[in-house]
């Protein structure tokens, strides 16, 4: 059973719509939740939610965490071309160096 | 910036072929993990090292090894490689602290024919 979920697995908007990527994780063991852009290449990473920071914002795109309901989203205002991409959410586990990764969400925008 | 560097960004190998996929950090980090990514599978941890010459599987080690005996470089090593290994490898990084945000190279694209 996987541990982090996203949804939904694809989305076409178009430019100057607003989405929101949802993203569910399991409680035990849970440290952190992340956000990671990934174009052509590497995954950039977005965001870092924890337990003492549950929102962060940085210019069109903002995330929080949802500790009670166990989810995050990302949400991203007046999308542009440059943010078609898959974007990925990982939770790092308590006392873990690694990431678990969702299976991501695949966001295009059209002109 | 963190620098993550793979050595090949695109790889075609014969199956049973012995393969090293090379991994070098400049950022002086203790961590390094190697992930496969796959359509529909998303990103799935092979090793990860968290000092030299120390290693731990991830979900997925079987059909792969990894050495890292210097701290910047880790290697993955498919012994013989399989058809089944064709796939997105992505090697990352990161500092001691626990859940540090991975910094990712830019991937090497393995093909086995």
């Known amino acids: 059973e996987d541990k982090v979920v996203q949804s939904p697995l694809s989305l076409v908007v178009h430019e100057g719509d607003t989405v929101t990527l949802n993203c569910s994780y399991e409680?035990?063991?849970?440290?952190?939740l992340l956000w990671y852009k990934q174009e052509k290449k590497a995954p950039t990473f977005l965001f870092m939610l924890?337990?003492?920071?549950i929102e962060k914002k940085s210019g069109r795109l903002s995330s929080i965490l949802d500790k009670k309901e166990l989810f995050s989203i990302l949400n991203i205002t007046a999308t542009q071309t440059g943010d078609s991409a898959v974007y990925l959410c990982?939770?790092?586990?308590?006392?873990?160096?690694?990431?678990?990764f969702g299976k991501g969400t695949k966001l295009s925008v059209i002109p | 910036d963190v620098k993550v560097t793979q050595s090949s960004r695109y790889l075609v190998k014969r199956t049973g072929e012995k393969v090293f996929l090379e991994c070098v950090q400049d950022?002086?980090?203790?961590?390094m993990f190697w992930y496969r990514q796959d359509p529909g599978l998303g990103l799935r941890l092979i090793y990860f090292?968290?000092?030299?010459?120390?290693?731990e599987k991830g979900d997925i080690p079987e059909g792969y090894s990894v050495s890292r005996e210097k701290k910047e470089r880790f290697s993955l090593i498919l012994e013989s490689a399989s058809t089944n290994q064709t796939s997105m490898y992505l090697c990352?990084?990161?500092?001691?602290?626990?859940?540090?945000?991975?910094?990712f190279g830019n991937g090497t694209r393995l093909t086995v024919t």
């Open positions: 990352a990084s990161s500092p001691w602290a626990y859940n540090s945000p991975l910094h």
């Open positions: 409680v035990t063991n849970f440290r952190s």
């Open positions: 924890t337990s003492s920071g």
């Open positions: 990982a939770q790092g586990g308590a006392g873990s160096y690694q990431l678990t």
């Open positions: 950022m002086d980090h203790e961590n």
């Open positions: 090292s968290y000092d030299v010459k120390m290693k």
